[in-house]
């Protein structure tokens, strides 16, 4: 009943989060984990494309997307969102990065800020599950070029002209043919005896 | 059944032979005649594995006889945890770019090496002309060869990070595919592509 709405507080974010954490299992248990997941966070805010482990890059993409929603709903002057920033952000420069580039780029956005697309996969090797994190509005040739159903594509225009022209001729095939067709027709309506005449 | 009657046989010969022995041994005259032959003491030797062994050591050898399905198991491993026999792929599919073949929800192995290495350029580029350690608070402008920046005043561009790469923009890496990015030099009058950084 007098419960604060929960999306007031925590900012949602547009990715799917599953109920439990991965743990990133290491020698310094839950505090290397928090290490990695920085170390991961820091990289991607710094290249903005970054390849590495699925699992990895899948736990440290919800960390990112949290730090940046937060830095766009609170912006520079929130002191908790600082800390948040500076917790996360190993090299500080970065800070103004979050701020003054990410924030602004973001700030209209309906989607998620960042990308993971799963790597192809290494053949006799260490067949770890790779995946390629990216932020969204980066200086970077695309990864997924998907204009193959683009009608604007320089090879559709040419299929649709070759379609169009082929189309066109056997149109005039067809006609072609009707119009003789009827040709004979006519000629034996008028005058029937002549075909059995010809004949004998 | 047979035991009992074993037993009652049994008896019964036991009783026989208390009562003849009552009545004292058969004469001599009845006795079997054999050649005793006195016995030589064999020297009793306790068996030891020296004897079989030698010279020779003694390697560990399986007791028992590996199940079937344990045999199978190591042979072709198990469909639920490693499956070992060689299964056809039902998950692969042609790359719509270049007609390499790729699994399907992964991206194509060969336009993701090309676009990789154009990426890694462009980082170190970005690393060696804007990588000190200042704070960063302009996003970063990619240029190639013989390409302009957008139209916008001289102080808008002040402080924008700029990086220009020495080479021409690659054909594939490019917005507008209607129109060629790279064109040589010539004297026709048709209209150049514009905006495509």
């Given amino acids: 009943m007098n419960q604060a709405d929960i999306s007031k507080i925590v900012s949602k974010l547009r990715i799917k989060v599953p109920p439990e954490h991965r743990r990133l299992r290491g020698p310094q248990g ?16 710094k290249y903005e494309r970054i390849e590495l482990n699925y699992r990895r890059g899948d736990e440290a993409r919800q960390y990112a997307e949290r730090l940046i929603s937060e830095a766009i709903s609170h912006g520079d002057c929130h002191k908790p969102t ?17 701020f003054k580039v990410l924030v602004p780029r973001y700030e209209n956005y309906n989607t998620a800020f960042t990308k993971m697309y799963k790597a192809p996969q290494t053949y006799y090797g260490r067949n770890i599950d790779k995946a390629v994190l990216e932020l969204r509005g980066n200086p970077y040739p695309s990864l997924t070029n998907k204009q193959s159903n683009n009608r604007l594509l320089l090879q559709n225009v040419l299929l649709d002209a070759a379609k169009y022209d082929y189309r066109q001729a056997k149109y005039a095939e067809m006609a072609d043919k009707m119009s003789k067709t009827e040709e004979l027709q006519t000629k034996l309506d008028n005058n029937p005896e002549s ?6 | 059944m047979i035991p009992r009657l074993t037993y009652v046989i049994n008896i019964l010969k036991n009783l026989e032979r208390n009562i003849i022995q009552s009545f004292g041994y058969p004469p001599k005259e009845l006795a079997l005649a054999y050649a005793h032959q006195k016995q030589v003491p064999r020297q009793s030797t306790k068996f030891t594995l020296k004897d079989l062994v030698g010279d020779g050591i003694l390697l560990a050898v399986p007791k028992f006889r590996r199940t079937v399905e344990k045999r199978w198991k190591r042979k072709f491993g198990s469909p639920d ?13 042609i790359c719509n770019e270049c007609g390499h073949h790729h699994e399907r929800g992964r991206l194509c192995g060969n336009c993701y090496k090309r676009i990789e290495t154009e990426t890694k350029e ?6 060696e002309k804007l990588g000190n350690n200042k704070p960063i608070e302009n996003d970063v402008i990619v240029l190639y060869d013989g390409e302009k920046l957008p139209d916008e005043t001289k102080e808008f561009w002040q402080g924008k990070r700029i990086v220009e790469m020495k080479k021409e923009r690659p ?5 507008n595919l209607l129109q060629k990015t790279t064109q040589q030099p010539s004297d026709s009058k048709d209209v150049k592509p514009t905006d495509l950084a």
């Fill in chain 1, 82 to 98: 600082m800390e948040i920033a500076d917790y996360w952000l190993l090299e500080k420069q970065l800070v103004h990065k979050l």
């Fill in chain 1, 30 to 45: 839950p505090e290397g984990r928090l290490n990695k997941l920085r170390k991961t966070v820091t990289g991607l805010i």
């Fill in chain 1, 195 to 200: 075909k059995p005449s010809e004949s004998s």
């Fill in chain 2, 171 to 175: 054909q594939w890496f490019s917005k």
């Fill in chain 2, 81 to 93: 945890y490693v499956w070992k026999m060689l299964v056809p792929k039902t998950n692969i599919a």
């Fill in chain 2, 122 to 127: 462009i980082q170190a580029k970005i690393e």
